[in-house]
């Protein structure tokens, strides 16, 4: 959820997704954030779960955890990803300001899963 806060910060993409998703100051403003980070930090927790699962190997280490990470992150979320973006007529930009940062999330996430191992 950190790389999220800075990914989507406006130090990095915060105008340009603003802009591709059509989100306005005031509709962030009313947003519920309980529910937004309450469901985020539970989703980011089964997710990581799950990919621990994938990981438990012995073998594990951190070079394999970032590499199953990004294959994760790249070769099914992101993909999936991009196919429902296409069909709901989103932008390249869009795509590729969510995509890359689910890539680098799914990274992360087999990053630190393969160090802890």
Do not use: C
């Not at 105008?15 to 309980?34: F, H, Q, S, Y």
Request: glycine share 12%.
């Amino acid at each position: 959820m950190m790389l999220g806060a800075l990914w989507y910060s406006p130090a990095l993409f915060y105008k340009a997704w603003m802009k591709e998703t059509g989100l306005t100051e005031e509709v962030i403003r009313n947003a519920k954030p309980a529910k937004m980070y309450g469901l985020g930090f539970l989703l980011a927790y089964l997710m990581s779960y799950n990919m621990a699962f994938f990981l438990g190997d012995e073998g594990t280490d951190w070079q394999w955890g970032l590499a199953a990470g990004f294959l994760t992150g790249f070769g099914w979320a992101a993909a999936i990803f991009t196919a429902i973006a296409l069909f709901e007529q989103r932008s390249w930009r869009y795509i590729l300001i969510n995509g890359s940062y689910i890539i680098l999330y799914f990274t992360g996430i087999g990053f630190i899963l393969g160090a802890w191992r």
